[in-house]
């Protein structure tokens, strides 16, 4: 039914930029709050940023400065725009998103399947 699904990883150089984007597809009848969550090896999975239907936005602090998370509700999208990528941002970005699927009213989260994002040296 409902998915998620990223596109935007892949290799970039120390200081380099990457977006990564998230549509979410289905039956849907609402989204509410959206995120980015990420996984390197041998850690635990971390909130990178997150984003109300309003526009409110949070961030690890680890990325305050550096990335922007921005979502488009007609399109069902959400972005996750890097800058000055380092290496422990070395991950597996998972998209997030809280969705109330057609025709019910009770929200959960759905989970895409994860994009690497490498950030060499």
């Known amino acids: 039914q409902v998915q998620l699904v990223e596109s935007g990883g892949g290799l970039v150089q120390p200081g380099g930029s990457l977006g990564l984007s998230c549509a979410a597809s289905?039956?849907?009848?609402?989204?509410?709050?959206m995120g980015w969550y990420r996984q390197a090896p041998g850690k635990q999975r971390e909130l990178v940023a997150a984003?109300?239907?309003?526009?409110?936005?949070n961030y690890a602090d680890s990325v305050k400065g550096r990335f922007t998370i921005s979502r488009d509700n007609a399109k069902n999208t959400v972005y996750l725009q890097m800058n000055s990528l380092k290496p422990e941002d070395t991950a597996v970005y998972y998209c997030?998103?809280?969705?109330?699927?057609?025709?019910?009213?009770?929200?959960?989260?759905?989970w895409g399947q994860g994009t690497q994002v490498t950030v060499s040296s």
């Open positions: 289905g039956s849907i009848f609402s989204i509410n709050a």
């Open positions: 984003i109300t239907s309003g526009g409110s936005t």
């Open positions: 997030n998103a809280g969705v109330k699927p057609a025709p019910w009213n009770t929200e959960r989260a759905y």
